[in-house]
Nanobody, 124 residues
Framework: QVQLVESGGGLVQAGDSLRLSCEASGRTRSSYAMGWFRQAPGKERDFVAAITWNGGSTYYAGSVKGRFTISGDNAKNTVSLQMNSLKAEDTAVYYC?????????????????WGPGTQVTVSS
């Protein structure tokens, strides 16, 4: 089992920056990759970014590429999401997720563990 807890959400203005963190505990060595997803009211949970523990390859959704940066600290079992130039459309609950097996990191269906989420609200 892997437990995930997100932190760092809040209310900011458009153009501001915010840094989300995800702390993993439990059998973290068994995970292949970590991802961030977000879900706005009335919408599906969408892929934001992902990182593999082996090699540190990163992947981004087109809507955040160039503005968001995902990073991981294997020793501390943490994954962060630095969000710059925030827009009102970035408003959502952000979830951290871990997947055990290799595969498409952009699909939420392949992730095995999820955090409870943290709210990010960007006012325009």
């Amino acid at each position: 089992q892997v437990q995930l807890v997100e932190s760092g959400g809040g209310l900011v203005q458009a153009g501001d920056s915010l840094r989300l963190s995800c702390e993993a505990s439990g059998r973290t060595r068994s995970s292949y990759a970590m991802g961030w997803f977000r879900q706005a009211p009335g919408k599906e949970r969408d892929f934001v970014a992902a990182i593999t523990w082996n090699g540190g390859s990163t992947y981004y959704a087109g809507s955040v590429k160039g503005r968001f940066t995902i990073s991981g600290d294997n020793a501390k079992n943490t994954v962060s999401l630095q969000m710059n130039s925030l827009k009102a459309e970035d408003t959502a609950v952000y979830y951290c997720a871990a997947r055990i097996a290799a595969g498409s990191l952009r699909s939420r269906n392949g992730y095995d563990y999820w955090g409870p989420g943290t709210q990010v609200t960007v006012s325009s």
